[in-house]
T-cell receptor
Framework: GAVVSQHPSWVICKSGTSVKIECRSLDFQATTMFWYRQFPKQSLMLMATSNEGSKATYEQGVEKDKFLINHASLTLSTLTVTSAHPEDSSFYIC???????????FGAGSRLTVL | LAKTTQPISMDSYEGQEVNITCSHNNIATNDYITWYQQFPSQGPRFIIQGYKTKVTNEVASLFIPADRKSSTLSLPRVSLSDTAVYYCLVGDGGTSYGKLTFGQGTILTVHP
């Protein structure tokens, strides 16, 4: 089946630094990928839609200058959390939909802890 | 995007059948109903999808009444490893399909 790989699976950083999370579709090409965020004991919240070759679209309340998304190829989308603060600590999950499928394939997630 | 409502939590015992019902009163004609399973610190994993009537695969069954305003995920003979959060989602499978609204999900706890 379709596989989406995320890296790193967990990361700890100091407040004020930037962290990049990679999301790769290993066996399908994705013109669109989606980034979700999940706080402890809460559901997934859509942050943004990553579009290959064009700007990402962000959900209301998500700062585009803080959460930089780049989708430079059909198999790679990256999320960079800039100037991270402790409140950005969360579980970030990306997902994509293989062509012709009505089912999303999620990455394993990346847990960010900002000290 | 259709909103879904599920029970917040359910408890069961090993070997029992578990049925989780999801309400989606505003489901659109083109919407599919999809269930995902999520373990702690992992991304959601696809379980089953349907449009109408009944769908069965190797892990679950999905029952959808004629009006499609609800659906029931049935897990036969659950084991401890089925303890997870289960999400019901509806979407049309179009290019915006990943732009889904996750509800609270149902925390299923399976006891020995």
């Amino acid at each position: 089946g379709a596989v989406v790989s995320q890296h790193p699976s967990w990361v700890i950083c100091k407040s004020g630094t930037s962290v990049k999370i990679e999301c790769r579709s290993l066996d399908f090409q994705a013109t669109t990928m989606f980034w979700y965020r999940q706080f402890p004991k809460q559901s997934l919240m859509l942050m943004a839609t990553s579009n290959e070759g064009s700007k990402a679209t962000y959900e209301q309340g998500v700062e585009k200058d803080k959460f930089l998304i780049n989708h430079a190829s059909l198999t790679l989308s990256t999320l960079t959390v800039t100037s991270a603060h402790p409140e950005d600590s969360s579980f970030y999950i990306c997902t994509g939909r293989p062509p012709g499928a009505n089912v999303l394939t999620f990455g394993a997630g990346s847990r960010l802890t900002v000290l | 995007l259709a909103k879904t409502t599920q029970p917040i939590s359910m408890d069961s015992y090993e070997g029992q059948e578990v049925n989780i019902t999801c309400s989606h009163n505003n489901i659109a004609t083109n919407d599919y109903i999809t269930w995902y399973q999520q373990f702690p610190s992992q991304g959601p994993r696809f379980i089953i999808q349907g449009y109408k009537t009944k769908v069965t695969n190797e892990v679950a069954s999905l029952f959808i009444p004629a009006d499609r305003k609800s659906s029931t995920l049935s897990l036969p003979r659950v084991s401890l490893s089925d303890t997870a959060v289960y999400y019901c989602l509806v979407g049309d499978g179009g290019t915006s399909y990943g732009k889904l609204t996750f509800g609270q999900g149902t925390i299923l706890t399976v006891h020995p």
